[in-house]
């Protein structure tokens, strides 16, 4: 009989105990589902001075390097993100952008950072939001494609998200007294453009506002992953003769403007 009472506490405890694991359990596949459900937002700076200011501000879950770069989960003015410095030029922003997506689940995709000036009325800090990009040194003319154009791809421009341009637009607000805005085509390629006879080429061929290194490898990923996305650029140079000196004394400021645009979207996200 002593055995058989004390049994009945020992089996109490032990549903007691199953219970609460069964309830934190639930507990913790809701909470990975609401995780899942919540939009995340992947951004690419190719600079370290291009994503410091976001990631400075940004309350950072988790850390994570995959390959060579370091994938930063957080949460900025209310948006979940995942923040990554890609490093400079189109294969580098191609793995940054196919790793968001494959191993972090982004739904969005955005590109910041500086540019090289390329319209007449451009001015230093001035910023431009891509309605598209183009790969301005893909070239199969030989074979009859238009310049820019890849082979087996039915365009040549990459759109940008129209709901991401308008929230692009709202948040320049803030900015600078003497910061204009642009909504243009901005033209990459793996060159660092500091010639005037090639700014006027690229500008001619593409009607591009700004020359960069990333944006139009960011929409490729985005267009065939059926996702949006749009690029955020800072005009740091003219991409002349001097771009090279004129940069390095305005990439900061540049940076800031553009970074301020991503904060600024982030924030009208969920409004």
């Known amino acids: 009989m002593k055995q058989h009472y004390l049994l009945k506490p020992l089996l109490g405890i032990v549903l007691l105990i199953l219970l609460l694991a069964g309830c934190s359990q639930q507990q913790n596949e809701s909470k990975a589902a609401e995780k899942k459900d919540e939009e995340r937002v992947g951004i690419i700076g190719p600079m370290e001075v291009e994503i410091d200011l976001l990631r400075s501000h940004m309350e950072v879950d988790n850390k994570e390097e995959i390959g060579d770069l370091t994938y930063y989960e ?38 910041s950072g500086v540019a090289g000036g390329l319209h007449p009325d451009l001015g230093l800090g001035d910023i431009v939001i ?46 600078p007294d003497y910061v204009d805005v642009f909504e243009a085509r901005i033209a990459t390629g793996d060159q660092f453009i500091a010639s005037e006879e090639k700014t006027e080429w690229i500008y001619n061929t593409f009607n591009a506002y700004v020359v960069e290194m990333e944006g139009a490898a960011v929409g490729q990923v985005a267009q065939l992953n059926n996702i949006p996305y749009v690029v955020i650029r800072s005009a740091s140079d003219d991409a002349g003769e001097e771009a090279a000196s004129i940069q390095e004394n305005f990439v900061e400021e540049a940076a800031k403007n553009s970074s301020h645009v991503i904060e600024e979207i982030l924030k009208n996200m969920g409004s």
Do not use: C, W, Y
């Open 130 to 175: 891509s309605t598209e990009t183009v790969h301005h040194d893909m070239d199969e003319t030989a074979k009859g494609f238009k310049p820019g154009q890849i082979p087996g791809m039915d365009t040549r421009f990459f759109k940008a998200d129209e709901d991401l341009i308008q929230l692009a637009k709202e948040g320049t607000k803030g900015l």
């Open 74 to 111: 957080g949460v900025l003015n209310g948006q979940q993100i995942v923040l990554v410095q890609s490093g400079i030029g189109k294969v580098n922003a191609t793995i940054a952008a196919q790793t968001l997506i494959s191993e972090f689940d982004v739904d969005t995709l955005i590109n």
